[in-house]
């Protein structure tokens, strides 16, 4: 008998127990909370064939935008391409190697035609949901959501999860009091929800709510930080809330407690470490030894060219450590893989190889140099992808490197743009005296 999912969706391959555990891996997956590649495995232990499932796993492992799961997803792939699949299972097959091959724009078109098909897929939604977040498609991180929000209802399982995605694409694209309400719907439906409770939070960062922020996410920690493996992002952003209110001494204990400072291999987690004390950093603040523990964590992918946003982390990281030598090979393999054609190739060369490259001029102090490429960069950054909070760092580094380069009408002007989103910003009031000081 050919059993159907929660959504109505028939499935290869599967019994009624590991269609549970299949069940149970898409809500964790829908929340960000447990181990669903754990329970996807639970699922195939029972049901070896079970195409959705290997599917699942694959997706799960390929989702982080690291090197080393991809061999495991292509041999799930390979298992994949012996069963006999229905038509949405080849498909989903088909995105699956678009994305063992790191054509991400392939494999979100291909997510986006079984969404036509099958706007109930929440798979496919979310997975899609992610590649726009990772391709810096902030159109399609709302509207993905808005094709298909009209043909589900609300008692549907993992409802709250769509309302979270649309609430991140609103808020990507400034539609903020739209976003912050979904958001909040989605957190009302089911308190769990770490995407949801992370779309408000970018919602009041890009409003310069900085002490709502802190307080939502405070408030909120019981819902979204345990057993999450998203809470390391959250938290991140709950260290830029404070380091807007100029709390340091609590910034660093969040990098050292739950931040992992550099005690996490997840490549997410070390993106975020990386950032941050690169925003500590912009402000002249002593990060101690910090920065070699997560150099540490960068330097075993010297060679790993995947995602050009990471990279681009790795050297902040790797110049933070005075390990020059090291950001240097990095940068100069990201410049291979720049001639390249890829769709990393594109992101490295239209946006992650410039701002390493301002990154090394940084370092050295020469800041016209740093001045000159990342006025016109930050203008396309959207293109090697994360979110409009991440790619602030590259504002960030602006703003400091004319203050720093002594052009304090730049200065001013670059303040007074950072005031008009964020009024109440210390940082940003800051800048607009220096600049207006000197410039007067
Ligand atoms: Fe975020």
């Not at 998203?230 to 050292?256: G, I």
Request: with cysteine; proline share 4%.
């Amino acid at each position: 008998m050919i059993l159907k999912d929660h959504r109505g969706a028939p499935v290869s391959g599967a019994n009624a127990r590991s269609l549970e555990l299949y069940e149970t891996a898409i809500s964790q997956f829908n929340c960000y909370v447990g181990d669903p590649v754990a329970t996807a495995d639970a699922a195939l232990a029972e049901s070896p064939d079970f195409a959705m499932a290997i599917a699942l796993k694959a997706y799960l492992l390929l989702s982080g935008m690291e090197r080393g799961p991809v061999p495991a997803a292509a041999e799930l792939l390979a298992r994949l391409r012996q069963l006999k699949l229905n038509d949405r299972e080849r498909r989903h097959a088909a995105a699956v190697a678009c994305l063992v091959d790191g054509a991400y724009h392939r494999a979100s078109e291909r997510l986006e035609d079984i969404l036509v098909e099958d706007p109930h897929d929440i798979l496919a939604l979310q997975m899609g949901h992610l590649l726009d977040f990772y391709r810096g498609d902030s159109r399609n991180l709302r509207d993905r959501v808005a094709r298909v929000l009209p043909e589900w209802q609300q008692q549907m399982p993992g409802y709250h999860a769509l309302l979270a995605m649309h609430s991140f694409g609103l808020e990507e694209t400034a539609d903020y009091a739209r976003a912050e309400e979904a958001g909040r719907r989605a957190i009302a439906m089911n308190g769990r929800d770490g995407w949801a409770y992370h779309a408000v939070a970018h919602v009041m960062e890009m409003m310069g709510r900085y002490e709502d922020g802190a307080k939502w996410l405070r408030e909120g920690e019981d819902g979204w930080a345990p057993e999450s493996f998203f809470a390391v992002h959250n938290w991140w952003h709950l260290a830029l809330f404070r380091l807007e209110a100029d709390q340091n001494a609590e910034v660093l204990k969040l990098y050292d407690g739950p931040i992992k400072g550099g005690q996490s291999n997840v490549v997410l987690d070390m993106v975020d470490a990386s950032a941050l004390l690169w925003r500590l950093q912009l402000r002249g603040l002593d990060l101690g030894d910090r920065w070699e523990a997560i150099a540490d964590r960068w330097q075993p992918l010297g060679e790993d060219r995947l995602y050009a946003f990471n990279d681009a982390h790795a050297v902040m990281a790797l110049l933070g450590a005075g390990r020059r030598h090291e950001a240097e090979r990095v940068v100069a393999t990201m410049s291979q893989t720049a001639q390249k054609q890829s769709d990393n190739a594109a992101m490295t060369r239209d946006v992650g190889l410039p701002l390493a490259r301002a990154f090394l001029a940084f370092d050295q102090g020469s800041y016209p140099a740093v001045i000159e490429i990342l006025r016109p960069l930050r203008n396309i950054a959207g293109r090697f992808g994360g979110s409009h909070a991440q790619r602030d760092l590259i504002d960030l580094t602006l703003i400091e490197a004319a203050q720093r380069g002594g052009q304090r009408k730049l200065v001013r002007a670059l303040a007074n743009e950072r005031l008009a989103l964020k009024p109440k910003s210390p940082l940003a009031h800051r800048y607009r005296d220096q600049g207006a000081r000197k410039a007067a």
